[in-house]
């Protein structure tokens, strides 16, 4: 198994302690935290930590500071996308409307800085402020990078640039709180930043592959919604690079088109067949290039973190 259950227990009951006030707004940043998810971000931390330390309670405030902006974000994201489901329950803005929503969202940001304030190491507080505000600054500008490929069709270049920031920033993050927290070297800390790096480019990659082929039931949306809403994915991308003109025509009829029925979208999957190969050709190499950076640890205490960069790309939703 790759997940500590245990460890994931822990997590959740902690995450508890910051949203015990049961008011309207507490229980709208309640909704989607305590829905689920699957703790990626500060399993990475724990896991990080613990290739040379091992004091749980020195980590955890830490480690919840980067889910608790996660969540944050995706409050957000689902007013800005105005989406009606998430973890399989209504949205928050659904349930109680976009401005308690917005405050909620708000009020998970700034929880993740009162978790920060219980590092009782002040140097050690300070740099993990510094990280984790640096990420906050790469959400909002990778957010807003996705949202101007709207308008133009990005370089591949572009597009995983922007998956680093956007994705990959809060993917990055947790395993850098977690080597400040466990004293790493700058080699350590750079290598494990170096993994980070990779591993987050492809979770948003193997999104984006998943809503091609994945299951309906499992990703909790309908498969080729990101072609109905004409998402500029590494896929699309790849085979406007390289399709023939007619088929690259035929693709872009398709791609956006909110009236396209289920038969289209299948024929438009079909045009990214050799672009879908392409995206998990490319999360392989980087799964492999994750794993090699992780080689100057200990075989045995690396070996969790060897796990997660392979159950990034072998997830079902």
């Known amino acids: 198994m790759v997940f500590d259950r245990e ?16 008011t309207k ?31 749980l309670t020195e980590i955890m405030a830490p480690a919840l500071s980067v889910e608790l902006i996660h969540n944050y974000t995706l409050v957000h994201d689902d007013i800005m996308d105005n989406d009606d489901q998430r973890r399989g329950i209504p949205t928050v803005h ?85 080597a400040v927290m466990a004293d790493c070297t700058p080699e350590e800390r750079e290598a494990l930043c170096n993994y980070a790096k990779r591993i987050g480019m492809t979770f948003q990659i193997q999104d984006d592959v998943l809503d091609l082929i994945g299951d309906q039931k499992t990703i909790g949306k309908p498969v080729g919604s990101d072609i109905v809403e004409g998402k500029k994915t590494m896929m699309v991308i ?38 879908i190969n392409y995206a998990k050709d490319t999360m392989k190499n980087a799964t492999e290039e994750a794993k090699d950076y992780l080689k100057i640890f200990d075989a045995e205490k690396r070996e969790n973190l060897e796990n997660i960069a392979d159950f990034i790309i072998e997830r079902i939703h």
């Open 7 to 22: 460890i994931l227990s822990k997590i959740d009951s902690e995450l508890k302690k910051y949203m015990e006030k049961d």
């Open 25 to 55: 707004l507490y229980g709208a940043s309640k909704h989607l935290l305590l829905a689920g998810g699957k703790r990626v971000r500060p399993y990475l931390s724990i896991l990080t930590y613990l290739l040379k330390k091992d004091d």
């Open 94 to 178: 659904t349930v109680y409307g976009e401005p308690i929503a917005i405050l909620a969202g708000d009020l998970l940001y700034a929880k993740a800085f009162e978790a920060l304030s219980n590092i009782e190491d002040s140097n050690k507080a300070h740099e993990v402020l510094k990280v984790l505000s640096k990420a906050c600054v790469e959400v909002c500008e990778g957010q807003t990078e996705d949202m101007e490929f709207e308008e133009r069709f990005p370089t591949l270049d572009e597009y995983l640039e922007m998956i680093s920031k956007k994705t990959g920033a809060l993917i990055v993050a947790p395993v850098e709180i977690g």
């Open 238 to 275: 790849h085979a406007m690079e390289s399709l023939s003109e007619d088929k690259k025509e035929r693709l872009l009829q398709i791609l956006g088109n909110q009236d396209a029925n289920q038969q289209e979208v299948a024929e438009a999957i079909e045009l990214l067949a050799d672009s």
